[in-house]
Nanobody, 120 residues
Framework: QVQLVESGGGSVQAGGSLRLSCVASAYTGNSFCMAWFRQAPGKQREAVALFYHGSTDYASSVRGRFTISQDNAKNALYLQMNSLKPEDTAMYYC???????????????WGQGTQVTVSS
């Protein structure tokens, strides 16, 4: 069982930056795909960034603005979000999945979420 705890959300103006953190209760280095998802009110949860064995992938809506990274020594996953837009407003979730990454939300473990609000 892996517990995930996110932090770092908040309210910023458009164009601003935030860095989300996710700390895992156990080592997730090479056994798991780690991902960041988000869910806006009235919308489905969507993956925005994936991390597996040092490789990353991004949703087209955030590519070039968001960066996912992992620190195995700290059992931590990060999401650096730059040039934020009002449409980035959502609850952001950290997720872990055994094996390779997928864009669907079939992940084994989820954090409780951290709210990001971007005002225009």
């Amino acid at each position: 069982q892996v517990q995930l705890v996110e932090s770092g959300g908040g309210s910023v103006q458009a164009g601003g930056s935030l860095r989300l953190s996710c700390v895992a209760s156990a080592y997730t280095g090479n056994s798991f795909c780690m991902a960041w998802f988000r869910q806006a009110p009235g919308k489905q949860r969507e993956a925005v960034a994936l991390f597996y064995h040092g490789s990353t992938d991004y949703a087209s809506s955030v590519r070039g603005r968001f960066t996912i990274s992992q620190d195995n020594a700290k059992n931590a996953l990060y999401l650096q979000m730059n040039s934020l837009k009002p449409e980035d407003t959502a609850m952001y979730y950290c997720a872990a999945r055994y094996g390779s990454c997928i864009w669907a939300n079939r992940y084994n473990y989820w954090g409780q979420g951290t709210q990001v609000t971007v005002s225009s």
